[in-house]
Structures are given as structure tokens and as C-alpha cells.
């Protein structure tokens, strides 16, 4: 079995970061407004102070979209469907993503727009390493409307749904379970399957 504490593949961990910068549960959004955007990409190494200051509603209402589009796309992952990457390949070509080879021969995905485009981009840099090594698939939002927390799916078999079995998954079946006892279906074990 995977190690749980070990970060997810091919860098993934950022586009899971900026997923999560949304938290439905606790009602927060650490990208709120244009400076903890600013901040947030600056943090993350993907927008320098100078610029990241200067980002406006403009970039706030797009990295959204992008946020949210990368949550659309994780969905899609839960039911295994294809998802619409025109949206993403837009900013891949705005930021102009492209292949670098440094010195000793490594090959580096990077923006080679600067500013907020190529912040853009970067983020996507993890996506697009991880879809051509396939671990993309693994990348989910949590089926549980109240949450739709991102994460990596451990299961062998990528069966995983919720972010959490314990919290999400066991909620999830607790009201699934009283539905149909209250509609008149037969009680089952709420705790039953997986």
C-alpha cells in the first residue's frame, strides 16, 4: 500500500493546493481578493512580489475560473468520464508553456510568458507532467457536495471518491441510508460496502 504521507506525484501537490485554497466546509477561500491571490502565487513560487502586488479583479475572477475548471476536471476523474481541456489548453498557450533543456540534459516544462499568464501556466505545468504519466486520473475532488476537497487517489484500483472514507464517505452513506429508510425503502447497514 501507498505511504499516505508521501506527496502525491509529478508535483501535483500544487494544483491540489490550489484546488483546496477553496475550503466549502469552513466557508474560506484563501484567494479571496486580488492580494491573497498575489500572495498565494507569490508564495508558491510562481508570481514575483513586484507583480503579485499589482494583480486586480481581472486576474482574481480568472484564477478562479482556472480553480474551478481544475475542480470540473477532477470530477470528471471520479467517474473516469473525459473531460474538455480547451479551457486549460487556452492558458497553456497564453502563458506559452514550453519545453527547456537545462545543461545536463534535463528537459523543464516552463511559462515562457512572464507575469500573471505564465503564473497561470505554471500552475498547469503539474497537469499536463502528470497526464502524460498518467497519474492525472488520480487527482480527484471529493464527491460529497458539502466538501469537493481535492486530493490524490491511493486506492490500487482509483476507486477512491470521497477525500476522506472515514469523515466524507461514512456522511455520505448516512444520508444515503436515511433517504431510503425515510422513503420507505428496505433498512440496510449504513456501514455496509465500501
Not at 469552513?26 to 503579485?52: K, M, N, Q
Not at 433498512?187 to 455496509?192: E, K, L, R, V
Request: glycine share 10%.
Amino acid at each position: 500500500m501507498a505511504d499516505e504521507k508521501q506527496p502525491p506525484p509529478d508535483g501535483l501537490s500544487l494544483v491540489i493546493d490550489y484546488v483546496n485554497t477553496r475550503d466549502r466546509e469552513a466557508g474560506s477561500d484563501d484567494i479571496g481578493t486580488p492580494s491573497e491571490l498575489g500572495r498565494w502565487l507569490h508564495e508558491h513560487g510562481l508570481l514575483d512580489g513586484r507583480t503579485a502586488s499589482e494583480l486586480g479583479e481581472g486576474e482574481l475572477q480568472r484564477a478562479v475560473e482556472l480553480r474551478e475548471e481544475l475542480r470540473e476536471h477532477m470530477f470528471a476523474n471520479n467517474a473516469d468520464q473525459p473531460a474538455d481541456w480547451g479551457a486549460l489548453d487556452r492558458i497553456v498557450r497564453r502563458g506559452r508553456l514550453q519545453v527547456r533543456f537545462t545543461d545536463d540534459g534535463e528537459a523543464l516544462l516552463e511559462p515562457a510568458a512572464a507575469g500573471f499568464d505564465g503564473a497561470l501556466a505554471g500552475l498547469l505545468v503539474p497537469v499536463a507532467v502528470a497526464a502524460r504519466a498518467g497519474s492525472w486520473r488520480r487527482v480527484k475532488a471529493c464527491a460529497a457536495d458539502t466538501c469537493q476537497w481535492a486530493f490524490y487517489d491511493r486506492s490500487r484500483n482509483r476507486s477512491g471518491r470521497w477525500c476522506e472514507m472515514a469523515v466524507c464517505g461514512n456522511r455520505t452513506k448516512v444520508r444515503s441510508y436515511r433517504a431510503r429508510s425515510s422513503a420507505g425503502g428496505e433498512p440496510q447497514d449504513a456501514g455496509a460496502g465500501s
